[in-house]
């Protein structure tokens, strides 16, 4: 069947029998007595005018009125007539142009238009996407409710129609911002080998920070299943990643990143391909056994990689020993070494290495080779100490890393997804105290919530336009933090104002470095 369409095609026809061919071909006119061609834009924004020009052809000369109407879903309105009559005084064609106005939402629309004169009729539909102007935005709402208080909190969406979510998230802990760290990973663009690893690695360990309703389930084994299956077109005929799909050459530390989650999924309970990991560790002992020597960013990641394999149950003992003998090691290196004895059952080596490391967390950014931070760093650490059974040395550096990502402050992917793993490597091994609280919305009927994880996320689908008011009290005898979430894509001229620690200074000067005055400048001059 062909879509829509009217013209003319070529019709061929190739023969063959007992070694003779032939062919044929003609062109043959597709077309009727009444024929319609409508056009619209590929995409239309919110508040946008339209309009849609409709060519009818009609080709019969007993066809003397054609009446033309549209109309649409929810998504647009039309502004005028929403049917005219077109009159022929003998075949030909004409346009008729219908006015349409986008409403204050986003989604699928639809505009149908028929076209009927005689015994002849004609419709057709045009599906049209109404995207928003802007890019999604998350704006944070911090409350912390005193034991016994009871607090009001109005609750209104800035969001378009349809793209408005509203979540809440609660806690006895200072608050993490857990839902915008968790939706700029879910939701970064790109996808190289570091970015891949960091959506999926710290979805892994959520149901230790949070507690996850079905649909939650299904959406983190999805993301994870999605980065195992991606993983394949990383890996190199040496069992190396690269970091971006058909490189020819490996990436170190993003290898090791690589190794480290596909195991840690396969523990986890997901499939993970079983030669993908083989072909990994053995790249991993023959690289780790070429190790010699090198400056701190290298004994970093060798230290890792020895991690890793360590943590695949086949450590390079050799390798091992070597590294811990080096004079100049770094605090950090030797913390993640000490991390790879205590795997093995070394406990003694584990504690030689945690006495001497004096790790050092400077302010610096590395975008290259080990995407580190003094922010990284930090969470590395924390991941050591939790491994090697120390976790009283890392309320410190919980802290520093609780207080950053509860802030607005941006941080890299690897940055946000090593801090998440490091609190879900703390409170996953430490016995969390159950917390409760109660909540409502308007009127209704508050609800007594429960938590046995450190925070509690609850999302409200379907959330009105018009706000509701939340109200929340706090049954415990510690402070209640509280974060309400409010995402969504605001209309254009809507955007709300705002700076941290950037401002803007914008200067206008002719070629003489003089100063201009923008409003004396004519247009066009």
Not at 270 to 298: E, K, Y
Not at 414 to 425: D, I, K, R, S, V
Request: net charge neutral.
């Amino acid at each position: 069947t062909m879509p829509q369409y009217f013209g003319a095609v070529r019709v061929m026809v190739v023969a063959g029998r007992e070694g003779a061919f032939g062919l044929a071909e003609k062109s043959v006119p597709v077309k009727r007595d009444l024929m319609t061609l409508a056009t619209l834009p590929r995409v239309v924004r919110p508040g946008e005018d339209v309009v849609m020009p409709v060519a009818v052809f009609v080709t019969d000369p007993a066809l003397k009125e054609v009446k033309v109407g549209v109309e649409t879903n929810e998504l647009f309105e039309v502004v005028g007539e929403r049917s005219k009559t077109v009159v022929f005084a003998k075949p030909g064609d004409d346009i008729v142009n219908f006015a349409l106005k986008t409403k204050g939402a986003v989604g699928q629309g639809q505009v149908r238009f028929r076209a009927e004169g005689g015994r002849e009729k004609v419709e057709d539909t045009i599906f049209i996407p109404v995207l928003a102007s802007n890019a999604p935005m998350t704006q944070t709402t911090r409350l912390e409710v005193k034991p016994g208080q009871t607090l009001s909190q109005a609750v209104v969406p800035f969001g378009l129609e349809g793209t408005n979510q509203v979540s809440l998230e609660a806690s006895n802990l200072p608050p993490l911002n857990l839902d915008k760290r968790l939706g700029f990973l879910i939701e970064y663009p790109h996808g190289c080998l570091e970015q891949t690893l960091s959506v999926a690695f710290p979805q892994l360990y959520l149901k230790n920070l949070v507690k996850l309703d079905e649909r939650q389930t299904r959406s983190v084994e999805a993301h994870v299943k999605a980065a195992v299956e991606k993983m394949t077109g990383f890996q190199m005929v040496n069992g190396a990643f690269s970091y971006w799909p058909g490189q020819h050459e490996g990436h170190e530390w993003t290898s090791t990143y690589a190794g480290y989650f596909l195991l840690e999924a396969q523990r986890l309970g997901f499939h993970v391909p079983q030669a993908m990991l083989d072909a990994w560790r053995a790249n991993q002992r023959m690289t780790a056994n070429n190790f010699v020597a090198g400056g701190d960013q290298a004994q970093l990641i060798q230290a890792f990689r020895l991690f890793a394999l360590a943590l695949a149950r086949d450590p390079d003992l050799g390798a091992m020993n070597r590294l811990r003998e080096a004079e100049d090691l770094p605090g950090l290196a030797g913390l993640i070494l000490a991390a790879a004895f205590h795997m093995t059952g070394q406990a003694d080596a584990a504690a030689d290495l945690i006495e001497r490391a004096r790790p050092e967390f400077n302010s610096y950014r590395d975008d290259s080779v080990t995407f580190g931070s003094g922010f990284r760093d930090r969470a590395l650490a924390v991941r050591a100490y939790i491994q090697t059974g120390r976790p009283e040395k890392v309320r410190g550096l919980l802290g520093e890393i609780t207080k950053t990502l509860s802030s607005d402050l941006w941080l890299s992917t690897h940055e946000t997804a090593f801090g998440l793993m490091a609190l879900a490597a703390y409170y996953g091994s430490a016995e969390v105290k159950p917390f409760r609280y109660r909540f409502g919305w308007d009127g209704d009927r508050p609800v007594d919530a429960e938590s046995a994880t450190p925070f509690d996320r609850r999302e409200f689908p379907g959330f009105p336009l018009k706000g509701r008011t939340l109200v929340l009290t706090n049954v415990e005898n510690s402070p209640l933090y509280v974060n309400v979430y409010r995402r969504g894509q605001p209309p254009a001229g809507a955007e709300a104002e705002s700076s941290e620690g950037l401002e803007l200074s914008v200067q206008y000067r002719d070629m003489k470095m003089k100063p201009i005055d923008m409003a004396t400048v004519t247009q066009g001059v």
